[in-house]
């Protein structure tokens, strides 16, 4: 039997341009600069990759086409039943979707048409499963923690960006936190472990929003996962 953490798994990820911080900064106005879908039929198995570099001003490569592009592509992988992988997904996916907003006028809901996203989200797991490393919140820390590494999977694509070995990085991640806790993992279906994420994400903001109010810090954390509500006021 095939556990779906050794089965087919496509990885997601959106790198900001220089103004923007990585993976927990401002999706609201952070601009996409690079991104890629990763997508692996097996634990092992080759990858197939597709990235997309927005360089304004340069003919190909505005921000519009760019997205709408990604957006149908993860349309076409969610359709296909294959859970996506988003190391912190409240980061990406609103990127994602305000992106399209700007440029497209509609949201990612709109191209995932009746598709319905199902999101395995690396940091919120690790966080709920290991307590003694909650703290670690960086891809690169995860990776220290289960001892993952990108250069063992090979790529049908010579050309290997930042936003690839992002999503390289959170499969590989995604993987090994499916291992060290098989015996919690292995019995529940992706749709499930989705449904379970959104409360875990929510219970973990609720208590970083004590910690910062225990701090004196007036530091709001939005506890809607894997996709934060649209507020026209931010952007």
Do not use: K
């Not at 953490?5 to 997601?12: N, Q, V």
């Not at 703290?135 to 820390?141: E, K, T």
């Amino acid at each position: 039997m095939t556990f779906w953490y050794e089965g087919p798994l496509t990885a997601f990820a959106a790198l900001p341009g220089p103004s923007g911080g990585r993976a927990g900064g401002d999706a609201e106005r952070d601009r996409i600069a690079s991104t890629a879908l990763v997508g692996q039929p097996w634990a092992g198995a080759p990858v197939a990759v597709r990235h997309w570099v927005v360089e304004t001003g340069v003919p190909g490569h505005d921000t519009g086409p760019v997205v709408e592009e990604l957006a149908r592509a993860m349309a076409w992988h969610e359709a296909s039943g294959t859970p996506l992988v988003v190391m912190n997904a409240p980061y990406g996916l609103t990127l994602l979707d305000r992106e399209l907003r700007r440029h497209r006028g509609a949201s990612l809901a709109v191209y995932l048409h009746r598709s319905s996203l199902c999101v395995l989200d690396p940091l919120v797991l690790h966080r709920h499963l290991d307590r003694a490393h909650r703290d670690r919140r960086s891809l690169d820390a995860l990776c220290a923690v289960y001892g993952t590494a990108t250069s063992s999977v090979a790529t049908n694509d010579a050309v290997v960006s930042d936003a690839v070995m992002e999503a390289l990085t959170a499969l590989d991640v995604l993987r090994a936190v499916g291992r060290r806790y098989a015996t919690r993992l292995a019995p529940l279906r992706p749709a499930e472990l989705h449904t379970l994420q959104a409360v875990w994400h929510a219970t973990q903001a609720r208590g970083l929003s004590a910690w910062f109010a225990r701090e004196g810090t007036d530091h709001p954390v939005d506890p809607a996962w894997p996709l934060r509500a649209h507020c026209l006021s931010a952007l």
